[in-house]
Each structure stands twice: as structure tokens, then as C-alpha cells.
């Protein structure tokens, strides 16, 4: 028996840099089997398959361009057989698309494989919020944990230097997959609380949608800074409310929590094309083709998800500054409503 099989569910930016990481891991460590297979959704580059690129070049042009990948990462457009036999699933598809993959995924995954989810959103159920790790924990019965950190896809492939957080409640496993993640440039820290972990990566976004919204009124960093303050204020309030398991503040100063949140709101496609949306007038939807080559944002929608949310369990004005981001987003009220947020926040009274 060789080692575990590692499947990428996902090829978008941040899925190929986590096949160079688990890639280059997987050919030297022991512990895995030296294939990881890369599920691929096919398209032409070029006239060209995607898949054949990848697999011939070991680039991914379209969404990683610039940055070799492994030689054993094989790209398989066909999400049955890539998945087939995996030991070990690591899921980096954009949130709006994982009920799709897990339904098609249902009853050919093995029952005692461990699933990572890398997915920074949230979904809403008819109860409210639904974690991602936990509808693919609900449609395939696996074991799930989830990777969140200060991680932009771009500086993480030029093996810059950052930190990451695994949330793992199983602490062998947790140990399993900081040994298939973590690199001389990328650390890993594994905590237990996996539910905080993974609202953090979630919620981050929606703040830096404000940061972004801020950048396009030509404010400062000040304003930036305390948007980020009051962003991570709501992140925290927003956890202690919808987390069943306990939620400590020193899971918000690990990489998931405040490192992320300030590097999103620093770098990141969410501050970036909100802030074109405060300077052009145009829409998200317009701004995120323009801008994005086919990636997808993930701030608005989870603003309107989370509004939904709060609304149901009424508690919006506790939340102003993920209110003003939907408003602003969904409801065509002006940019400046975002100071407005910040000058009025409960925070302050």
C-alpha cells in the first residue's frame, strides 16, 4: 500500500497554487502517493484544451500564468476520475459551485477520505447560515476541515513568504495535512475552533468590499484602518452569534482572522473592484467581467447571503457596516453610505 491519494477539486488561481504546494510535497513525502490529480473544467485557451496545456506545460495559462506547476500534478477534466480513490480532497471551487460538484461527487468519494475545504464563502440554508465544509460534509459524509490565511493565490505561487490556519477538530488529521501543506514559505498553524476559521474567510471579503468602497471616495488609511477595526468588530459578533462550538478571540489573531482580513483589504480582487465601482458608476457584475479574466468575486454575494442571514434573525443594526456593503451593492444606495456606517457604528456609542 503506497501512500494517500490527493485529489484538488478546483483549478481556478488559488486551486493552482495549492497544487504547486501539495504537488511538490506529494512527489517527496512518503505519507503520499505521488500522482495528485487536479480536477480541471474544461476550456480552450488558445484553441488549445486547458487540460492539455497543463499537462504538457505544467502551466496553468489561464488562471496561474507565470508560474510552473509539479510534474505529477495531472489535470483530469472529468471530476469522477479525478476524484477516484482519493484519500485526501481538497476542495478550491468558487463557493456559489460546490452543491454542484457534491451532488455529482455523491456516493464515489471513499467514506473514510478527509476533506479541505479552501472555500471563502458562506451559503445560506433554510435555517440560516450554512458553512461550506459543512454542505460537503452533509452531501458526502466525509470528514471535513478547512485552510484559511493571509493566502493571495499570485504571492503564495512566488513562494513570498506568509502564514496560514488549518481548523481541524481531528488532531491527526490536522497533523496529516499541515505535513501535505506547509513549505519553508508557507506556515501552518493547526486550531481546533474549524467553524471560526472558516466565518473568518467568509466575512473578510464583505469587509474588504467597505475597504475597497472607501479607496474609490479617495479616504485615507486611517479610514482604512478603522474600517478594518470595525470590520473585525462584526466579524467577531457575527461568529459568537451563528457558531455552534465555542469561539475564542485568539482564533481571530491567527492568519485566518486579522492577517487576512488585512491583506484583502490591502490587495485582493473584492477591495479592487469595488473600488472601480466607487470611482465608474458601473456594475459589479459589469466591473467583474471587465476586470477578473472569469474569476469570480465572492464579497457581494456573500454580503447578500449574510444579509439575508441577519435579517432573519433580526439583527441587522447590529451589523452596519455588512448591511451598508449590501445596500450599496443590491439596493443602488450611494457609495458614501459606507462613512455614513463608520461615523453612526455602535461600536462607538
Known amino acids: 500500500m503506497g501512500g494517500k491519494k490527493v485529489c484538488i477539486v478546483g483549478s481556478g488561481n488559488w486551486g493552482s497554487a495549492i497544487a504547486k504546494i501539495a504537488g511538490s510535497n506529494a512527489a517527496q ?56 480513490g482519493a484519500d485526501v480532497l481538497l476542495f478550491v471551487v468558487p463557493h456559489q459551485f460546490i452543491r ?31 458553512l461550506i465544509s459543512d454542505i460537503i460534509h452533509e452531501k458526502l459524509g466525509i470528514e471535513m476541515s478547512v485552510l484559511m490565511g ?14 496560514t490556519t488549518i481548523g481541524c477538530k481531528n488532531t491527526q488529521h490536522g497533523q496529516m495535512l499541515k505535513e501535505l501543506m506547509q513549505t519553508p514559505n508557507f506556515r501552518v498553524t493547526v486550531v481546533q475552533e474549524a467553524d471560526t476559521v472558516e466565518i473568518c474567510g467568509a466575512l473578510k471579503n464583505v469587509v ?14 486611517n479610514t482604512k484602518a478603522a474600517v478594518i477595526r470595525l470590520g473585525l468588530m462584526e466579524m467577531i459578533g457575527f461568529a459568537k452569534l451563528f457558531c455552534k462550538g465555542p469561539v475564542s478571540p485568539s482564533t481571530f489573531l491567527e492568519s485566518c482572522g486579522v492577517a487576512d482580513l488585512i491583506t484583502t483589504c490591502y490587495g ?19 466591473l467583474e467581467k471587465e476586470m477578473l479574466n472569469g474569476q469570480k468575486l465572492q464579497g ?34 450611494p457609495v458614501t453610505d459606507v462613512i455614513k456606517c463608520l461615523q453612526n457604528h455602535p461600536e462607538h456609542k
Open 29 to 84: 513525502l512518503s505519507t503520499f502517493e505521488n500522482q495528485v490529480n487536479m480536477w480541471v473544467l474544461e476550456e480552450e485557451v488558445g484553441g488549445r484544451r486547458l487540460t492539455d496545456i497543463i499537462n504538457t506545460e505544467h502551466e496553468n495559462v489561464k488562471y496561474l500564468p507565470g508560474h510552473k506547476l509539479p510534474p505529477n500534478v495531472v489535470a483530469e477534466p472529468d471530476l469522477l476520475k479525478a476524484c477516484a
Open 100 to 130: 454542484k460538484v457534491c451532488d455529482q461527487l455523491k456516493g464515489h468519494v471513499k467514506k473514510d477520505a478527509v476533506g479541505m475545504s479552501l472555500i471563502k464563502g458562506v451559503d445560506e440554508g433554510p435555517d440560516g447560515l450554512r
Open 150 to 163: 493571509a493566502n493571495i493565490a499570485n504571492e503564495v505561487a512566488g513562494e513570498k513568504f506568509c502564514e
Open 208 to 221: 474588504a468590499v467597505g475597504a475597497g468602497f472607501c479607496d474609490g471616495l479617495g479616504y485615507g488609511d
Open 268 to 286: 485582493g480582487r473584492n477591495r479592487k473592484v469595488a473600488e472601480a465601482f466607487a470611482k465608474t458608476g458601473k456594475s459589479i457584475e459589469q
Open 300 to 333: 457581494p454575494q456573500t454580503s447578500a447571503e449574510l444579509h439575508r442571514i441577519l435579517k432573519s434573525k433580526n439583527v441587522v443594526e447590529k451589523f452596519p457596516l455588512f448591511t451598508a456593503v449590501y445596500r450599496i451593492c443590491y439596493e443602488g444606495k
